[in-house]
């Protein structure tokens, strides 16, 4: 069974704009049962590998963390190479792993070194979302509540809507609410960095950019063209993602 949702939402996209099941068949290499299921459902099953059990490198990684953080003060030359590296952690930490495992794992700490960097100029019918809590009296009670506030930078609307709580239930009634509201959908919308659309949060304040799977059934819903994953920085940036949207 398909479990990819990007391709997924991809080719529910292009159906909902008119292409044929059988066209989808052909032009995915799919079978045509695969096709239907996708036509009537917003996001496949929800089966999940379970996670792998940690490799060789495991107990070496702070190894290869010293070795980049000599790096910072090398010339760009002289710099580790991921070869000499692996080299390094056979010959010297008693490394007994393959070379590939430890490309790998550089890869993923270079991405997890990318700054993000927030758009501070915002074209016609982007939109950005958050959450954040005040103080509200309700019933003659004070009470914190959450509210998620959206708004078009460009056009300056912003529409505020107070919740009990933050949370999965409300993130999407928030959204619901807010496209209707506009009587569309944004051409784009930038999330924060929250535990309700974020899937893994490596420490506070830090996730691994992976959207949950509430918003990805969102942007199955709503015929979301896609999404793109932005990378932690080592500074206390905001982190976000954005998803371009189809319109009304």
């Given at each position: 069974?398909l479990?990819?949702m990007?391709?997924w939402?991809?080719i529910?996209?292009?159906?909902d704009?008119?292409?044929?099941?059988?066209?989808?068949?052909k032009h995915?290499?799919?079978?045509?049962?695969?096709i239907?299921?996708?036509?009537?459902?917003?996001?496949?099953?929800?089966?999940?590998?379970?996670p792998r059990?940690?490799t060789k490198?495991?107990?070496?990684?702070?190894?290869i963390?010293?070795?980049l953080e000599?790096?910072?003060?090398?010339h760009?030359k002289?710099?580790?190479t991921?070869?000499?590296i692996?080299?390094?952690?056979?010959?010297?930490q008693?490394?007994?792993?393959?070379?590939r495992?430890?490309?790998?794992?550089?890869?993923?700490?270079?991405t997890?070194?990318k700054?993000?960097?927030?758009?501070?100029?915002?074209?016609p019918?982007e939109a950005q979302?958050d959450?954040?809590?005040?103080?509200a009296?309700?019933?003659?009670?004070?009470?914190?509540?959450?509210?998620?506030?959206?708004?078009?930078?460009?056009?300056?609307v912003?529409y505020i809507q107070?919740?009990p709580?933050?949370?999965i239930?409300?993130l999407q009634e928030?959204?619901?609410r807010?496209f209707?509201?506009?009587g569309g959908?944004p051409?784009?919308?930038t999330f924060?960095?929250?535990?309700?659309n974020?899937?893994?949060?490596?420490?506070?304040g830090?996730?691994?950019g992976?959207?949950?799977a509430?918003?990805?059934?969102?942007?199955s819903?709503?015929?979301?063209v896609g999404?793109?994953?932005?990378e932690t920085?080592?500074?206390?940036e905001?982190e976000?993602f954005?998803?371009?949207?189809l319109?009304?």
């Amino acid at each position: 069974m398909l479990q990819d949702m990007e391709l997924w939402s991809n080719i529910r996209r292009l159906l909902d704009r008119g292409m044929s099941k059988r066209h989808a068949v052909k032009h995915f290499n799919l079978n045509f049962r695969t096709i239907d299921k996708i036509s009537k459902n917003v996001a496949p099953g929800t089966y999940q590998r379970p996670p792998r059990a940690d490799t060789k490198l495991t107990p070496f990684l702070s190894f290869i963390e010293g070795y980049l953080e000599e790096d910072t003060n090398s010339h760009r030359k002289q710099r580790h190479t991921k070869k000499r590296i692996f080299e390094r952690l056979r010959d010297e930490q008693g490394y007994t792993g393959i070379y590939r495992s430890v490309c790998k794992a550089l890869e993923k700490m270079a991405t997890k070194k990318k700054t993000l960097y927030m758009p501070l100029a915002h074209p016609p019918g982007e939109a950005q979302f958050d959450f954040g809590f005040a103080d509200a009296v309700i019933g003659g009670v004070l009470q914190k509540v959450a509210y998620a506030a959206i708004s078009l930078p460009y056009s300056n609307v912003r529409y505020i809507q107070a919740f009990p709580k933050e949370c999965i239930e409300t993130l999407q009634e928030s959204l619901v609410r807010f496209f209707r509201f506009l009587g569309g959908v944004p051409s784009k919308i930038t999330f924060d960095n929250s535990k309700v659309n974020t899937k893994k949060i490596l420490y506070p304040g830090v996730s691994d950019g992976q959207e949950g799977a509430l918003l990805q059934g969102e942007r199955s819903d709503y015929a979301i063209v896609g999404s793109e994953r932005r990378e932690t920085s080592d500074t206390n940036e905001e982190e976000s993602f954005d998803v371009g949207c189809l319109g009304s």
